[in-house]
C-alpha cells in the first residue's frame, strides 16, 4: 500500500516560480545589463592599461575573459578561440610582471588581445541567454577545481 505525499498548500506557487525562472534563463540579457557587465570589465580594462589597477581589477578583466572563452567554445564565435586565448596569456604574463615587480597592467601585446577578446564577449553576452552566462560560469568554477584555468577569483561571482 503506498502512501500519498502530504499536501504542499505552496506547489502551485513553486510551479510558478520555476517556470518564471526557466522563462526568464532562455532570453538574452536586457540592455541595460549587458552595459553594466561591459562597464565593470571595460573600466578594469582602463585601470590596467592606465597603471591604477591592482589585482581586484587584473581578476574582473580575466573573469570576463574566462567566460567569453567558455562562450567560445560553446558556439558563440568559435572561431574566435584562439583571440581569446592570446588575451588570456596576456593576462598571464601581466599577473606574472605583477607578482615580480607588485605593478599591475598589461604590455602591448596584451592590450591588443584584450581589447579584441572584450569586442568578441560583448558580442556573445548580447546573444547569449542567462542560462549560457550561468553555464560558463559553472564551468570555469569546475575547471578551476579541476586545476585547468588560470583564476583564483571566480568565487567572488555570485
Not at 549587458?34 to 582602463?46: N, P, Q, T
Amino acid at each position: 500500500m503506498s502512501k500519498r505525499k502530504p499536501y504542499n498548500p505552496n506547489k502551485a506557487a513553486q510551479r510558478t516560480a520555476s517556470f518564471q525562472r526557466a522563462r526568464e534563463n532562455a532570453v538574452p540579457l536586457a540592455d541595460d545589463q549587458i552595459a553594466d557587465l561591459s562597464i565593470a570589465f571595460r573600466i578594469a580594462f582602463d585601470l590596467m592599461i592606465t597603471g591604477h589597477a591592482d589585482e581586484q581589477q587584473w581578476s574582473t578583466c580575466t573573469v570576463a575573459l574566462n567566460i567569453a572563452l567558455i562562450l567560445a567554445e560553446r558556439g558563440f564565435g568559435q572561431h574566435f578561440v584562439d583571440d581569446i586565448n592570446a588575451a588570456l596569456e596576456g593576462a598571464f604574463r601581466a599577473r606574472v610582471r605583477a607578482q615580480r615587480t607588485g605593478a599591475w597592467g598589461y604590455d602591448g601585446a596584451a592590450m591588443t588581445a584584450i581589447k579584441r577578446a572584450f569586442e568578441i564577449h560583448e558580442a556573445q553576452i548580447e546573444n547569449a541567454t542567462r542560462a549560457d552566462l550561468r553555464a560558463a560560469i559553472a564551468e570555469i568554477r569546475q575547471r578551476i577545481d579541476d586545476g585547468v584555468v588560470f583564476e583564483q577569483s571566480v568565487s567572488a561571482i555570485p
